[in-house]
């Protein structure tokens, strides 16, 4: 039978579990996806640059041509933006979920050690699963308002270690790791050290370690254009590093994995820089919103956030009742029950528009009541 010859490690991987859609809430809810608010997957409510709709038009006649594989403008856009080498950047297609993929497929072989704090971004458990490596899990204390423990990182590192992932602001609590805390690992190992900047565009200056990366020769910076830029739907992810990292990168990552979509709408985001400083701006701004509103329900604890989402921890319901009750009302928040580390009682609710914080809030109240 077919199913023997599938591998091991696939047969025992838990897969990732998305946030839900509007179009799913709708068809299993009968809601009007117009009234829907989608609070669940961490995205800017208020969308991509609306300078892309016509650079995407431009760019339609083309789409029978092959994509350059590093396309010189993005590359050059993304230099200036943050202040590093073209050298020390690679861009992959599928998000940064394709450079998480490209450093396995580096530096990774049966039987190696992954080091993962947890609660964190799942994804991390999910390549090193397929690529048959051996989780040692680090933690986050929950006493502490999940502050990386960094001893349970240090105390974890062997000659075995390939990788450690560092996500900060931290997916799904939303706290930053202090520069300090970071310096000291990479200090100690030397594997490579995923530092994970999915939402540093939410965060303070201080705590970006883009530019640092290429310095070290055991560092990687993670970043994506899904989040502040609002291009989730194009799927276009980046690694910062020192030029030895990224060839080796380059050597395993699919040649076209990049659309010519995706990288028209890049270019474009990377240039509007009103639009982009706004969104930071109005995300701060609804983060704060929806973290001040959250504060007044006593049977709640709400965790404070350097993201665009704030982790929320229930003291009278289950996490999977409560999501339900607010998808029978049409709002999508993230059940947080999958991630590893974490129990059925936490929720992580995005930032929306301040509209729909607003409403949000209002039907928050009558759950609760």
């Known amino acids: 039978m077919l199913t ?6 696939v047969k025992k991987l ?8 509007k179009e799913e809430i709708a068809r299993s809810y009968g809601v009007d996806p117009k009234h829907i608010i989608k609070l ?3 995205e800017n409510p208020w969308g991509a640059s609306p300078k892309i709709k016509d650079e995407i038009i431009k760019e339609l006649d083309k789409l029978h041509q092959y994509p350059e594989p590093i396309n010189p403008k993005l590359m050059e856009e993304l230099s200036k933006f943050l ?3 073209e050298e020390n950047i690679i861009v992959g297609g599928d998000g940064a979920d394709e450079v998480i993929d490209a450093i396995f497929k580096a530096f990774v072989d049966r039987g190696d050690e992954v080091v993962i704090p947890i609660p964190t971004f799942t994804q991390y458990r999910v390549s090193a699963s397929i690529y048959d490596a051996k989780i040692v899990w680090a933690r986050y204390d929950k006493e502490n308002e999940f502050k990386l423990d960094v001893d349970s990182v240090l105390n974890n590192l062997s000659n075995k270690t390939k990788v450690v992932f560092l996500c900060s602001p931290n997916n799904p609590t939303g706290n930053i790791i202090n520069n300090r805390d970071i310096e000291k690992i990479i200090k100690e190992t030397d594997a490579l050290v995923v530092v994970d900047h999915a939402y540093i565009e939410y965060s303070q200056k201080k705590y970006d370690w883009t530019e640092k990366a290429p310095k070290f020769d055991n560092v990687i910076v993670l970043r ?5 830029f609002g291009l989730a739907g194009m799927r276009v992810g980046y690694g910062v590093a020192n030029e030895e990292i990224i060839n080796y990168l380059m050597r395993v990552k699919p040649i076209f994995s990049l659309t010519r979509l995706s990288q028209v709408c890049a270019i474009t985001a990377l240039r509007d820089r009103d639009f982009f400083e706004k969104c930071v701006k109005d995300g701060i701004k609804s983060r704060e919103m929806l973290y001040n509103g959250l504060k007044k329900f006593k049977d709640i604890k709400v965790y404070p956030s350097e993201a665009n989402y704030l982790l929320v921890e229930l003291k009278t319901m289950k996490s999977k009742e409560f999501c339900e009750e607010l998808l029978k009302r049409g709002v999508i928040v993230r059940d947080c029950s999958s991630f590893d580390g974490l129990g059925d009682n936490y ?3 995005s930032i929306g528009t301040f509209e729909e914080i607003k409403r949000f809030l209002n039907i928050l109240e009558e759950i609760i009541s």
């Open 83 to 85: 202040n590093v080498g």
């Open 4 to 9: 023997d010859k599938v591998r091991n490690a």
């Open 40 to 42: 669940g997957s961490n």
């Open 14 to 21: 838990k897969p990732y579990v998305p946030g839900k859609s």
């Open 347 to 349: 929720v992580r609710i």
């Open 224 to 228: 994506t254009f899904s989040k502040v």
